[in-house]
T-cell receptor, first 112, second 115 residues
Framework: QKEVEQNSGPLSVPEGAIASLNCTYSDRGSQSFFWYRQYSGKSPELIMFIYSNGDKEDGRFTAQLNKASQYVSLLIRDSQPSDSATYLCAVKGGGATNKLIFGTGTLLAVQP | DAGVIQSPRHEVTEMGQEVTLRCKPISGHDYLFWYRQTMMRGLELLIYFNNNVPIDDSGMPEDRFSAKMPNASFSTLKIQPSEPRDSAVYFC?????????????FGPGTRLTVL
């Protein structure tokens, strides 16, 4: 079992719709969770992080965390063609480590 | 700040040759990470440094790979000898300090092709 799992997609949504991206992780001791966006041919960039159960909102983005289910998701409201990218889920373990474990990413395609 | 700088941006080499990738982290950042990204395996951490000291090299695939950080503003990742399966995009990232939500800033990457 992979440590961080994501559906590779592509996830296709129409412009203006809500895109829902999901991620599960295997290490129950994981403390912090990150969503990175990566445009084709570019480097990853952080868009959200969350470390408490529940929802965290930032503009059109909402991260949701359920530690009991070992599940983290990213919702993108009012999706725009410019949101088309690969979204990487990353998990940081507990303790002193600064190591992030990345999922393989979900490709999102927003259709105009 | 110019961000994380990597060189070269593209490298094409033949099997058996030595390859050296270079990284300059953001000034003041005390963590530096080397990642490799492929379609099959995604983004994998190879090694990371704190204050120039290697902390976790468990992701280094084998002895052909080595990484150094001689000072706070420079790091190298060396592959010797290179093999076709090393073809990937190699990213360097840096972060300011260790806390639960510290952001890692990625460089533009080096696309390595080993023929």
């Amino acid at each position: 079992q992979k440590e961080v799992e994501q559906n590779s997609g592509p996830l296709s949504v129409p412009e203006g719709a809500i895109a829902s991206l999901n991620c599960t992780y295997s290490d129950r001791g994981s403390q912090s969770f990150f969503w990175y966006r990566q445009y084709s041919g570019k480097s990853p960039e952080l868009i959200m992080f969350i470390y408490s159960n529940g929802d965290k909102e930032d503009g059109r983005f909402t991260a949701q965390l359920n530690k009991a289910s070992q599940y983290v998701s990213l919702l993108i409201r009012d999706s725009q063609p410019s949101d088309s990218a690969t979204y990487l889920c990353a998990v940081k373990g507990g303790g002193a480590t600064n190591k992030l474990i990345f999922g393989t990413g979900t490709l999102l395609a927003v259709q105009p | 700040d110019a961000g994380v700088i990597q060189s070269p941006r593209h490298e094409v080499t033949e099997m058996g040759q030595e390859v050296t990738l270079r990284c300059k982290p953001i000034s003041g950042h005390d963590y530096l990470f080397w990642y490799r990204q492929t379609m099959m395996r995604g983004l994998e951490l190879l090694i990371y440094f704190n204050n120039n000291v290697p902390i976790d090299d468990s992701g280094m695939p084998e002895d052909r790979f080595s990484a150094k950080m001689p000072n706070a503003s420079f790091s190298t990742l060396k592959i010797q000898p290179s093999e076709p399966r090393d073809s990937a995009v190699y990213f360097c990232a840096s972060s300011l300090r260790a806390n639960d939500y510290n952001e890692q800033f990625f460089g533009p990457g080096t696309r390595l092709t080993v023929l």
